[in-house]
């Protein structure tokens, strides 16, 4: 009897691996990256972004005096500025797949800096983990690249030359 349960489960194994491996699903890859664009760019742009640029001057200020810490000691406003900025026009640009490498840089990197203000403030790494766990999403896509149903994808088929190409860092 085991061995008959045995074989039919190899049996089972054996018939339906690619249903097992979700193979299907291979079709929908530039679906799954504009999921994951649309979803992590409009949620930077909502839940981070969005008070960080209406909070004006002194909300900048308070961002950008983190830069200390990676021996940039001036212009406070700029560097919170640029957060703000990287966090809501660069989620737009990220979310439409526009220039989406060099955005998916940019915001990764104001990851790593998020990342440190909290270890830096004695935070546990259980506070730093979202900001941790987004430096892998931004930088992960940034090697992945935008898919098929971007605005970069578009230009580059209809010969315009995109964004994504060139380092702007």
Known sequence: MAGEISFSVKIFLTMNKSILRLDFLKKY?????LFMRVGVGFDYLVFHGWSKLMGGPDNWIAHGVV???????????????MAALAETLGAVLF???????????????????????????????????????????????????????????????????????????
């Not at 830069?67 to 500025?81: C, D, Q, S, V």
């Open 29 to 33: 890859k530039d679906a799954g990256l």
């Open 67 to 81: 830069m200390p810490g990676f021996g940039i000691e001036a212009i406070y406003l700029f560097w919170g500025l």
């Open 95 to 169: 979310a439409v797949g526009l220039a989406f490498r060099p955005m998916a840089a940019l915001i990764g990197i104001t990851m790593v800096v998020a990342v440190y203000v909290h270890l830096d403030q004695g935070d546990p790494w259980s506070h730093a983990s979202h900001a941790q766990k987004m430096v892998f999403v931004f930088f992960g896509l940034m090697m992945a690249g935008p898919g098929k149903y971007s605005l970069d994808y578009v230009l580059r088929k209809n010969n315009q030359k995109p964004f994504n190409n060139h380092a702007i860092i």
